[in-house]
């Protein structure tokens, strides 16, 4: 595997990567398209810090928000119940006794609620545009693959119902075939399920996935099936150049390129699809 820069802003990890058309795309959605819950690691992390604190623990404080950064960024991608479940596990191990996850989910929820609420009003009222809510180019990237044929599925850790009304407000859901996300019986629900429920029900190979994401949830799935992911290393405060923090974890879980948004859609998909050389 070599890397290469097909321009300075897209890095191609697999110079073997196979190109060409792809029948299928799964967007997270996150980070990936949407930016209303930009910063939700500063609501989830501190949080957690204050409930592990509150065990008496020994620890210093820097030592527990290292602990529960590590955490919460390795299961990133997967449902929202996922990193509250470990923090009722981490509760437990300091002599604490937890809540139950689902408690801790909507005690964050509320405090996620507190920090995007005027981002939400903001578009309801049409004080704020959609454009100013998703990352750059994704508009003219969905174009492109809808263009193309690809049928477009969005797959989100986040409650569904939240994925549905944000999805909505950033005039996304009419790109997607299938809008997928988060359920209150979690077990019912995973981005592996989404992945091969499209390749099942429409009886085509993993060849002919193509994932963008910046999880390590939906790269990891998405190479195991044999598809291609692009990692999206956003930086979702900047808006602009990558997350050297997500560039790493993304590589590591496999993609074969990464990219910091869509600004370049008109170099990047003609590539993917094996348009140009």
């Known amino acids: 595997m070599t890397q290469t820069q097909l321009t300075p802003n897209i890095e191609i990890i697999n110079a073997n ?16 398209i949407s930016l209303i819950r930009e910063g939700w690691q500063d609501v989830m992390i501190p949080m957690m810090v204050e409930i592990l604190m509150a065990t008496g623990t020994d620890e210093s404080e820097e ?11 390795d299961l990133t991608g997967k449902q929202t119940i996922y990193q ?17 996850p689902v408690d801790y989910k909507w005690q964050y929820l509320d405090l996620l609620n507190e920090r995007i609420k005027d981002r939400l009003d903001a ?27 690809t049928r477009l599925y969005l797959a989100s850790g986040t409650d569904e119902k939240f994925v549905f009304e944000e999805a909505e407000l950033l005039k996304t859901t009419e790109y997607f075939d299938g809008i997928y996300g988060a359920q209150d019986d979690y077990k019912k629900f995973s981005k592996k399920m989404v992945i091969e429920r499209i390749l099942r029900e429409n009886e085509v190979s993993g060849e002919e996935l193509i994932t963008f994401g910046d999880g390590y949830v939906e790269i990891e799935n998405t190479h195991d ?33 990464i990219i910091p948004e869509y600004r370049e859609t008109a170099v990047l998909v003609p590539y993917l699809y094996g348009e140009t050389e």
């Open 17 to 32: 990567l196979r190109r060409g058309h792809f029948k299928h795309a799964v967007f997270d959605f996150d980070g990936t």
């Open 63 to 73: 030592e527990i928000h290292d602990l529960v950064k590590l955490f919460v960024t």
């Open 84 to 100: 509250m479940i470990r923090l009722a596990e981490e509760v437990e191990k300091r002599g604490g006794t937890p809540k139950e």
């Open 123 to 149: 578009l309801k009222s049409g004080s704020s545009e959609p454009i100013d809510w998703v990352v750059p180019g994704s508009y003219d990237l969905l174009n492109a693959l809808k263009d193309r044929g």
């Open 225 to 257: 099936v044999g598809g291609v992911g692009i990692g999206v290393a956003t930086d979702e405060k900047n808006r602009v150049g990558v997350d050297d923090w997500k560039r790493s974890r993304l590589i590591k879980a496999g993609a074969d390129v």
